[in-house]
């Protein structure tokens, strides 16, 4: 009996000290325009989250090696390690970086237009091809089909009759393909997926609110009004965008209730 309480003793004291030690950080998060507020930070491995306050001033537990991430909708998510300084020191500023946002350029030509309506429209070139164009189809659409198969082939349409000669590729596509592949296309392509991301981003959370209502927010998971797009910011941390881009609909309900659980019972702390 006495061997087992001492063992006892001895296995409780060992997981004591094999415990992390835990304290509470204070800290400020702030940008080139000044504080920020309503940020997320999140201790990924105990899973406690909180928000930055008006003043940016935040305080979250942690422990040595435990890693937070702080993400706004503006800014690039940031993840900081706790080294054992910023243990000891308990307090911390953090700089985040704004995200720029990519436009598409933009060709301004200069004009000869004097601002008066009525005298600009005199002066505007009519499109003259375009309107060739559309007659040359009036009167193609007028004509028979027998006519249209009878119709000459005339010197310069020659090679549209005869069929391509094997073995030599086409000009004018395989040009296409160089242009787009080797000048520049790789680069293009990137900066219009990113640009595609970042706006699908930006429009989530009001296409998540259109798709399952008010209703649902608001009344079921009780998420105040003024709350919502600081609910779906501390919702980041999932993959609950690429579920609802997934159209696995179900998995987002059960992870926004989830997840609303958690968020209620941070902001009623406060």
């Known amino acids: 009996m006495q061997k087992q309480l001492l063992f006892l003793i001895i296995t409780t004291t060992t997981l004591c ?17 000044g504080v920020i507020k309503n940020a997320n930070i999140l201790n990924l491995n105990t899973k406690e989250g909180t928000f930055s ?56 030509k200069r004009h000869n237009l004097s ?25 193609i659409k007028s004509m028979k089909l027998d006519e249209i198969m009878n119709m000459p082939t005339g010197s310069d349409e020659i090679h549209l009759s005869k069929s391509a000669a094997p073995g030599i590729p086409n000009v004018f596509t395989d040009g296409i393909k160089l242009y787009s592949g080797s000048i520049g296309g790789g680069y293009e392509k990137k900066r219009r997926e990113e640009r595609k991301r970042l706006e699908q981003k930006e429009q989530f959370p009001d ?5 399952f209502g008010k209703h649902f927010f608001y009344s079921e998971l009780k998420i105040p009004k003024e709350k919502y797009y600081h609910f779906i910011e501390y ?20 992870l926004l209730k989830k997840e609303s659980v958690s968020y209620l019972q941070i902001i009623n702390k406060k």
């Open 53 to 108: 306050n008006d003043s940016g001033n935040f305080s979250i537990t942690i422990s040595v090696d435990d890693v937070l991430q702080i993400s706004t909708i503006q800014h690039h998510t940031k993840k900081i390690t706790i080294s054992k300084n910023i243990f000891q020191q308990k307090n911390i500023t953090i700089k985040m970086h704004t995200k720029s946002h990519v436009l598409n350029e933009v060709e301004i």
């Open 207 to 211: 296409k998540l609110l259109r798709d």
């Open 115 to 139: 601002g008066n309506l009525l005298i600009d429209i005199k002066k505007t070139p009519k499109d003259t091809i375009s309107e060739l164009v559309n007659k040359m189809m009036d009167g």
């Open 17 to 33: 000290f094999s415990q992390k030690k835990k304290t509470v950080l204070k800290g400020i998060l702030k940008d080139k325009l």
């Open 235 to 254: 919702c980041s941390h999932t993959n609950v965008e690429v579920l609802f881009h997934n159209k696995k609909l179900f998995e987002v309900i059960q």
